[in-house]
């Protein structure tokens, strides 16, 4: 059996849903503020906050066990050991606040994983403050509390590991499409027979569209394309809410409320941090066309 094969049965462990609903239901509560929980999903960044701080945060903590795990200290006794976890202990609670942003809004079997992630780095980081603090009191080296909040954060490690590169966590869902969308323009039927403001979806070669006629024809014969798989978790946008923000057409996801302009697909409200591929249309007689519009340097075409 592979360590693995443990934590894919975390992933269908449905004992964790009531603890993980009566979470969800305080993070809900705490983070209201629009503003906030976008600086927390890292959306100003253009990429997922969490992932990075807590790279610097587990970085600084396992360091910490690294030196203690040595049996005589090193240098100038504990002090560099206890610096390190004074600046993990200082980046927990940004970490932690982005990580639960995050956490409330992805998929269930995302949330039993992620609670447990999150439990492993609380042990871990409640073992390793008791270490500092017996450092300052004079009362212990802390030394075997140091290592086995290392085993803690450690466990901790390898759950956001596997959210982030099995489930995909955090992933830009729609990264493949200027990969694989059609260089070249492809028929998206007739435009006689595109509705007006209501989204629908089409294909451009094998990926799926988001095809948008406004009623107010702004832009090329008032049509925008883009990818319909929103880069969040990959939920069909087309079935998303079509909003008009100061004249601007914005599409809501259906799933989690990521909100994208609909005229070049950037991210407005996170969850999502990337922007959905953009698709170039024009018609030609009756017949709307689409390709993709590719990323400099990624493709020859
Ligand atoms: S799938 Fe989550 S916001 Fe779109």
């Keep these: 059996m592979r360590p693995f094969?443990?934590?894919?049965?975390?992933?269908?462990?449905?004992?964790?849903?009531?603890?993980?609903?009566?979470?969800?239901g305080v993070v809900t509560r705490v983070l209201t503020?629009?503003?906030?929980?976008?600086?927390?999903?890292g959306v100003w960044l253009g990429h997922p906050l969490h992932p990075g701080l807590a790279a610097v945060a587990a970085g600084s903590f396992i360091s910490a066990t690294l030196l203690d795990t040595v049996g005589r200290p090193v240098g100038g006794g504990r002090a560099p050991s206890s610096f390190l976890i004074a600046a993990g202990l200082?980046?927990?609670?940004?970490?932690?606040?982005?990580?639960w942003a995050d956490w409330s809004e992805s998929h269930e079997d995302q949330q039993r994983v992620g609670l447990v992630h999150a439990t492993?780095?609380?042990?871990?980081?409640?073992?390793?403050?008791?270490?500092?603090?017996?450092?300052?009191?004079?009362?212990?080296s802390g030394r075997?509390?140091?290592?086995?909040?290392?085993?803690?954060?450690?466990?901790?490690?390898?759950?956001?590991?596997?959210?982030?590169?099995?489930?995909?966590?955090?992933?830009?869902?729609?990264?493949?499409?200027?990969?694989?969308?059609?260089?070249?323009?492809?028929?998206?039927?007739?435009l006689a027979e595109l509705p007006v403001g209501k989204p629908v979806r089409r294909t451009a070669g094998d990926v799926p569209v988001f095809v948008l006629r406004r009623a107010d024809g702004v832009?090329?014969?008032g049509i925008s394309v883009l990818?319909?798989?929103?880069?969040?978790?990959?939920?069909?946008?087309?079935?998303?809410?079509?909003v008009d923000v100061d004249g601007e057409a914005h599409i809501v996801c259906p799933w989690h409320g990521s909100e994208f302009?609909?005229?070049d697909g950037c991210v407005v409200h996170g969850p999502a941090t990337a922007p959905v591929p953009r698709f170039e249309s024009r018609v030609m007689g009756d017949e709307l066309q689409a390709r993709v519009v590719p990323i400099p340097g990624v493709r020859a075409s």
């Excluded at 871990?124 to 300052?136: D, E, K, N, T």
């Design 5 to 24: 094969d443990d934590i894919v049965r975390i992933e269908r462990a449905e004992i964790l849903d009531k603890p993980a609903a009566a979470v969800r």
């Design 33 to 41: 503020n629009r503003k906030v929980k976008d600086a927390l999903h």
């Design 90 to 99: 200082a980046l927990t609670p940004p970490t932690a606040a982005a990580g």
């Design 120 to 140: 492993a780095n609380i042990v871990g980081v409640g073992l390793y403050a008791a270490a500092l603090v017996r450092r300052i009191r004079g009362t212990g």
């Design 144 to 190: 075997l509390l140091s290592i086995a909040a290392g085993g803690a954060a450690g466990a901790g490690a390898l759950l956001g590991g596997h959210m982030g590169y099995r489930q995909a966590v955090g992933a830009n869902h729609a990264e493949d499409v200027p990969h694989i969308g059609p260089a070249d323009w492809r028929s998206l039927g007739s």
């Design 219 to 221: 832009g090329p014969d």
């Design 227 to 242: 990818s319909d798989t929103c880069p969040h978790l990959s939920a069909p946008l087309h079935e998303g809410d079509v």
């Design 261 to 263: 302009r609909v005229s």
